[in-house]
């Protein structure tokens, strides 16, 4: 199994405060991934990065940021969290080369209340 | 704007018989097409992958079928067994150098003993 390891696992939280969420990979693969899923939309790109302080945005990244300040970390923040960004979070890693097959963590269970 | 469209929320297939999971795309600039497969409270794990510039490839009991005319892509499990209950995502990758993945809502596919 890939080395990707997600934290927490799970968290509740309250509207309005600020949450991070940590995925850390010991693979050295350049391109990190944050997706949400949630049912009827599959999963959703939020945010990714293609090396260290490089990132771009996905298709749902509102009320999101990320930062990658060394090649093993990526982390995903709610500046304010709010109801609608109770999901399920998944980090995911590839190296870029072939088929690019990207490793998924085991995801974090984020629910605002 | 969904990019890769998988229209068939769930299936039931008996054991021993094919499943079919079908994807549409818009996109032609993708250049890979991914097949993943996640059971519940796991991470999205890789099962097959193609090229656009093939129709076809095959891992055992898993081929994925590429019709890039009618942006169309099948994958086939034969013979199905209860272990491969799970739900699937077609996902695609976008040509250039930020490898930005996208999935599509995906297929719960049921396979009955």
């Known amino acids: 199994d890939a080395g990707i390891t997600q934290s927490p696992r799970h968290k509740v939280t309250e509207t309005g405060t600020p949450v991070t969420l940590r995925c850390h990979q010991t693979e050295n693969h350049r391109y990190m991934y944050w997706y949400r899923q949630d049912p009827g939309h599959g999963l959703r790109l939020i945010h990714y990065?293609?090396?260290?302080?490089?990132?771009d945005k996905g298709e749902v990244s509102d009320g999101y940021s990320v930062s990658r300040s060394k090649t093993e970390d990526f982390l995903l923040t709610l500046e304010s969290a709010t109801s609608s960004q109770t999901s399920v979070y998944f980090c995911a890693i590839s190296s870029g080369t072939g088929s690019t097959e990207a490793f998924f963590g085991q995801g974090t269970r984020l629910t605002v209340v | 704007d969904q990019q890769v469209k998988q229209n068939s929320p769930s299936l039931s297939v008996q054991e021993g018989r094919i499943s079919i999971l079908n994807c549409d795309y818009t996109?032609?600039?993708?250049?890979?097409f991914l097949w993943y497969k996640k059971y519940p409270a796991e991470g999205p794990t890789f099962l097959i992958s193609i090229s656009s510039i093939k129709d076809k490839n095959e891992d055992g009991r898993f081929t994925v079928f590429l019709n890039k005319s009618a942006k169309h892509l099948s994958l086939h499990i034969v013979p199905s067994q209860p272990g491969d209950s799970a739900v699937y995502f077609c996902?695609?990758?976008?040509?250039?150098?930020?490898?930005?993945?996208?999935f599509g809502t995906g297929t719960k596919l049921q396979v009955i003993p």
């Open positions: 990065s293609y090396g260290v302080k490089d990132t």
């Open positions: 996902a695609a990758r976008s040509s250039g150098g930020y490898q930005k993945v996208t």
């Open positions: 996109n032609s600039m993708f250049d890979y």
